[in-house]
């Protein structure tokens, strides 16, 4: 959708009489199906970004079981154990770098004629930030599927569950990602260097390529204060078939960072005066 249909839909006198929390919510549904186009019109781009994943569960992963072992993996084959922190490093990946696209527009002058138009700067954050979540889910059911040939034993609603937790959290570092890009906007060395910086040692310390357990003290502490070691142990006791601590544990990571990344986004989003 183009800004000249956007600020056609919604007019700046309608805009000015729509009670407040209406308002958001109406131009959240317009700036998310815009993001949403996109993805749609181009889905090509949404599988092939599922080949780095495939990649490391096919050579990865054997040779994870080959020096690990089994009772690493709590009985579970090593693809059922696998299969799960994968699908969170695609979320990690894919919406920790959601912001480059907004640099983008900045630097194309695209954001500049969206922040024209009437819509609210909240809504602007959060409808980008939703759209992270279809693609994510639509993506981690693909993968699920492919594995199936492979030995992956599929529980459809576990998995569902799983995704959708998944979604709420990329929810959270997608905005957090916007609001990266927006304070380091006209230097994308200081978001790509902030990116890249954090962006390993989250993976690393959430036990997403190799047991924590096999670490030592202070990585396991240190495991703990990381929101994705929670979300890894729900995803794969969810992609397990059960449902227990570790599920609610990951669904109040992923919401806490939802809420956290919306309210820093919106901040940041209101405060970007140009």
């Not at 781009?45 to 050579?59: A, E, K, M, N």
């Not at 959060?126 to 759209?131: E, F, N, Q, T």
């Not at 669904?251 to 970007?272: E, F, H, K, P, Y």
Request: proline share 5%; with cysteine.
């Amino acid at each position: 959708m183009s800004t000249q249909s956007l600020r056609g839909t919604v007019g700046a006198g309608d805009a000015m009489r729509t009670p407040g929390l209406g308002r958001v919510l109406r131009d959240t549904r317009y700036v998310f199906w815009r993001e949403m186009l996109l993805p749609l019109r181009d889905p090509f781009s949404l599988i092939f970004s599922l080949i780095q994943p495939l990649v490391f569960l096919g050579l990865f992963g054997p040779l994870l079981g080959a020096s690990v072992g089994a009772p690493a993996f709590g009985g579970q084959s090593t693809l059922q154990w696998f299969l799960p922190g994968v699908v969170v490093m695609i979320a990690l990946f894919g919406t920790s770098m959601t912001g480059s696209n907004l640099q983008y527009e900045l630097m194309t002058g695209s954001y500049e004629r969206i922040l024209a138009t009437p819509l609210s700067r909240s809504s602007l954050m959060i409808g980008r930030a939703l759209k992270e979540w279809a693609p994510l889910v639509l993506q981690g059911l693909l993968i699920a599927l492919v594995c199936i040939p492979f030995g992956f034993v599929f529980h459809p609603l576990h998995v569902l569950l799983g995704l959708v937790i998944l979604g709420i959290f990329g929810i959270g570092l997608g905005a957090l990602s916007y609001s990266l890009a927006l304070v380091s906007q006209n230097k994308e060395w200081i978001f790509w260097g902030v990116q890249q910086t954090l962006l390993f040692p989250l993976m690393i310390l959430s036990g997403i390529m190799l047991p924590i357990e096999a670490g030592p003290a202070w990585m396991k502490t240190a495991s703990l204060f990381n929101p994705l070691t929670y979300l890894v142990n729900a995803e794969r006791e969810l992609f397990a078939g059960t449902i227990g601590g570790h599920t609610l544990w990951g669904l109040v990571a992923a919401a806490v960072t939802a809420a956290v990344g919306l309210a820093v986004g919106i901040r940041t989003i209101s405060r970007d005066i140009r």
